[in-house]
């Protein structure tokens, strides 16, 4: 469910993989089954619980459980999506932990549109400093503390469109527990070194025409939203946050699909070093750490191409390129960074469409491979 770097225990994490898809397997081989015996009834719920083992040198062993529920109240079109809700829970031998809900909801046949994300973790982190030429030597680990919530509440203001637009609200508190002796935390060359608190407010708005939120193989999906976190709201930083998200699906041959996605995040003020613009994670510019290089600007343009191989067997192929800077007029075509990489796909829900990701990807001078449920984008 999150990132592994090359210096992973391999062996362990690839078992623990073939061991999930044998129980998702399993699970939606009896899920079809009961499919058959009615129409009512059939996938008004569907439910993933998978196993995550893992090994780091940060955390020593671990493990816990992850998945995805979906439902489709009764009296509902047919055509409308389903509600979902994505969690794991994770704990590790040095009794750190990490726990995640994702919830998102359609309610009154599309009418509204409810999303969020709650964490609550301790968990350990890496940090280069701010820019785009950090060098490798400058990493240092440090753990925080950390308990967040984010909502989304929107309506459909152009029905033919499916049109959403709606308000915004945020709000994060983290303490730096543990950090390197005589590093950048420590001496509080940022802000945010030791912890605080960001809360915000904003707009969003947002346009979907794609034919599935799992799997999509046709339409766009465009959303923009502005934020501002304020010392009158309880916030610690003051910053004005825009993000732009443009994404693009198009139907190829049989089956096949080709994705793009242009990401653009800004983020103005005086933020926690944590809050920056980041590059890196499992959905954009995959290969390197999450946050592995941060500004106050970041812009990134990835596209995908993802095929069926075999029953619910797929694959995929991505690249990417991208950058921070910290200013808007400071990317340079020479500077930014790339990203490829190749992908396996297992299809846990045939309706929902739902997939397994195991991606391997590499970078400039750094590689990762990442495993998680749904799409990078």
Known sequence: MFAKRKDYLVACFLSSWLWALVMAATAFSCSDQEERKGDEEKKRFGVVVLPIVFYMPETKWGGGAGGLITYRPSRVLAEARPSSLYFYVIYTQLKQFSTQARPELYLKNEEY??????????????????????????????????????????????????????????????????????????????????GGTTSSLGLILSWDTRDNIFFSTRGHYHQVFIHF????????????????????????????????????????????????????????????????????????????????????????????????ASRLGGFKLDDFKYSLGFGLRFKVSAREGTNLRLD??????????????????
């Open 229 to 324: 976190s304020r010392g009158f709201l309880g916030s610690d930083f003051e910053t004005t946050t825009v993000k732009l998200d443009l994404r693009k699906f198009l139907p190829v041959f049989s089956k096949h699909v080709l994705g793009w996605q242009v990401l653009f995040h800004s983020v103005q003020g005086h933020p926690s070093f944590r809050n920056y613009a980041k590059l890196g994670g499992d959905m954009m510019m995959r290969g390197y750490y999450s946050g592995r290089y941060r500004d106050k600007y970041f812009l990134g343009i990835q596209g995908e191409y993802r095929m069926p191989v075999w029953k619910r067997w797929g694959l995929a192929a991505f690249a990417g390129i991208g950058n921070v």
């Open 113 to 194: 549109l409810l999303t969020g994300k709650v964490v609550a973790e301790t968990f350990p982190d890496k940090f280069w400093g701010i820019g785009s030429d950090t060098a490798d030597e400058a990493e240092e680990d440090y753990t925080p503390r950390t308990f967040s919530v984010e909502a989304y509440f929107q309506k459909k203001v152009w029905p033919k469109q499916k049109m959403y637009a709606g308000l915004y609200g945020q709000f994060e508190n983290y303490r730096v527990t543990k950090c390197e002796h005589g590093g950048m935390l420590e001496n509080q060359v940022y802000p945010g070194s030791t």
């Open 360 to 377: 391997f990807a590499w970078g400039k001078g750094t590689s990762g491979f990442y495993f998680t449920g749904g799409e990078a984008f």
